[in-house]
């Protein structure tokens, strides 16, 4: 499969669609998943063109997992998550819907099981209230 420029992540990246950021820097962008599986749930993306695993430069690589490290130790305090769970899909049949690499940060609990991936939109107001303590957190604020 070729990349398709026009996936909603591509999207993003360009401004012509709406995120609730949390963190951004040359290489990368974290912003909050619409269909959190967990409270607190975000996304992190490379800036550079990669469908999946499978077509990511190591160096960008490198700069989503510095990234993920980052959001992902404030993720766990601001939401006090018992744990983060990190997942990332390679193609439909692994449950990919967006062909955009991306690394999934969702804080876990103890006895609480998850939501539906891709499951129930969440409100706007929420995401950008819970994101905004992300990036006090994360010093971005
Ligand atoms: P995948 O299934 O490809 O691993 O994950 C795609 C993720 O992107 C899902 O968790 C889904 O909730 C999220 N998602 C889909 N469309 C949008 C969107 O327009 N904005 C944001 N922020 N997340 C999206």
Same mark, same amino acid.
Request: no cysteine.
């Given at each position: ?5 026009? @996936?909603? +992540?591509? %999207? ?8 609730? %950021? ?17 409270? =607190? ?7 550079? #063109?990669?469908?999946?695993? +499978?077509?990511?430069?190591? %160096? ?11 959001? &992902? ?7 006090? &998550?018992? =744990?983060?769970?990190? @997942? /990332?899909? @390679?193609?439909? &049949? &692994? =449950? ?22 891709? =499951? ?12 905004? %303590?992300?990036? /006090?957190?994360?010093? #971005?604020?």
């Amino acid at each position: 499969m070729t990349y398709d420029k026009d @996936n909603i +992540f591509a %999207k993003i990246l360009r401004g012509e669609m709406p995120a609730v %950021k949390v963190y951004e820097d040359d290489q990368t962008l974290a912003f909050m998943d619409v269909m959190p599986q967990s409270p =607190g749930h975000v996304l992190v993306i490379p800036k550079t #063109e990669a469908e999946d695993l +499978f077509d990511l430069e190591l %160096k960008a690589g490198t700069a989503v997992l510095r990234t993920s490290q980052r959001v &992902a130790q404030v993720v766990q305090e601001v939401f006090q &998550a018992d =744990g983060i769970m990190i @997942n /990332q899909f @390679n193609g439909p &049949a &692994a =449950g990919q819907t967006v062909f955009h690499y991306h690394v999934h940060i969702v804080p876990r609990y103890e006895d609480v099981p998850l939501r539906r991936h891709s =499951g129930d939109m969440e409100d706007i107001a929420v995401l950008e209230e819970q994101a905004a %303590k992300i990036r /006090q957190a994360l010093g #971005e604020s």
